[in-house]
């Protein structure tokens, strides 16, 4: 394995289990909010309990979310050196206020951790507010930088490669900006519902060892979980199909991979499933939906679209791109179907009818949570490997800005150590503390008061 194929995967891998940590950290913060608001609107402590538990478990996801993360910015400059010299010159901007972000979140969350109790209501709801103002800022600046790396702008290159006439507001809102911030933020969402219903619907399934105070207590955060999942996940259809017609205007190559698409066609059909045969250049076992492509990219079926012959094919993205954005799109549909499935149910027939939540429909709703997750990581990579062979769409390759350093095996091997024992030391942390502070507990204490 060369150095560049070593660096994609070694950064690939930290990223991917950074991500965990981030998304749970913004989709978290909503859901604090949104409870909070509901403990205020309907008087009802549950909602107060559920703030409260929730927010431990994101206090210490956060303990992770932070080195990780701060590992991720330092391998930027360790494993792309010629990478981060552009950047240092033209995108700098998101990063330097991404620290400002990060204050937010974290000053807030201390505010309302340690004196929530002496705040008034709207006041709590103030800090929560920029608690989840901080998480989202936070990514919405990060994800600024990776859609500049999609659709370049605010600068210009001469032949030897050094940087001119530099723009960072305009390399900030580059033509991917908006919609590609948005996705990122509205998947962040939906994962973050989809955990919470996921962990109530499998306590749920433990019925008979619970309480009724704490069955009715997981009820409510399975209904609240289903209905941010169903609406994020209605908005994330949305800003999934203006990042398609992103993709159309200005990555014509990634839209084609994604689809397995070769030969430029009007009509062009849209592929599901299956995978891209790399020597007869089909999608081979995928079903296809006639004149579907050119509607969703340019809203009419005679819409031309460009197929990967058009290029050259050094420039061709890996057609495993077709697979994993295929996941993606599987993985986000399947949430919306789960939710909108286990949200009729609730109202049609366990209250109207006072039926229980079947199991199979509870273990649906298990599957929520992995199903957010198989979502982000399958997104993150369509969007890097799709964008290759270049690190800056059409300005440097992922060659020219890796590493020459022969390092790289050794140190990833070390941290693919570092990142398992972090995994599981997360999962201990978080099982030990809330057996040591059972729901039993914070259900009994007065009204749902933060400890």
Known sequence: MNTVTLSRAFFGT???????????????????????????????????????????????????????????????????????????????????????????????????????????????????????????????????????????????????????????????????????????????????????????????????????????????????????????????????????????????????????LFETQSYAPLAIGGFVDANTHEVRYGIEIPWALSILAAFKPSAVVQGLNDFPIETWPPFYTHTFFNLMVFAGTLMIAISGLGLAYWYFIHRKRGKQFPKWLLWATVALGPLGFIGIETGWIFSCSGRQPWTIYQFQTTAQAATKADFVGPLFFLFIVLYVFLGALTVIVLRVFFRRHPLTADLATDGGKRS
């Open 14 to 260: 930290s990223l991917a289990f950074h991500i965990i940590f981030a998304t749970l950290g913004i989709g978290l913060s909503l859901m604090i909010f949104i409870s909070e608001m509901l403990y205020h609107w309907r008087k009802d402590t549950d909602y107060a309990v559920m703030a409260k538990r929730w927010t431990k478990a994101f206090a210490i996801l956060l303990g992770v979310a932070i080195p990780t993360g701060t590992i991720v910015g330092v391998q930027l400059a360790l494993l792309w050196p010629g990478f981060t010299k552009i950047v240092g010159q033209v995108i700098s901007v998101p990063f330097q206020i991404e620290i400002f972000a990060f204050f937010l979140e974290a000053l807030f969350m201390s505010i309302y951790v340690y004196a929530a109790d002496r705040l008034t209501p709207f006041l709590r709801l103030l800090s929560l507010f920029f608690v989840m103002l901080g998480a989202t800022a936070s990514a919405v600046l990060i994800t600024s930088a990776n859609t500049w790396m999609n659709t370049p702008a605010g600068f210009s290159m001469k032949q030897d490669g050094s940087i001119y006439d530099v723009n960072p507001w305009e390399a900030f809102f580059n033509p991917s900006f908006f919609t590609g911030s948005f996705h990122v933020v509205i998947t962040a969402y939906l994962a973050g519902a989809g955990t919470i219903a996921a962990v109530a619907g499998w306590k749920l399934l433990k019925r008979n060892e619970k309480t009724a105070q704490e069955i009715a207590y997981h009820k409510k955060g399975l209904v609240l979980g289903l209905v941010v999942t169903l609406v994020t996940g209605l908005l994330m259809g949305m800003s999934g199909h203006a990042s398609a017609v992103n993709l159309y205007d200005h990555t014509p190559e990634k839209l084609a991979a994604a689809e397995g």
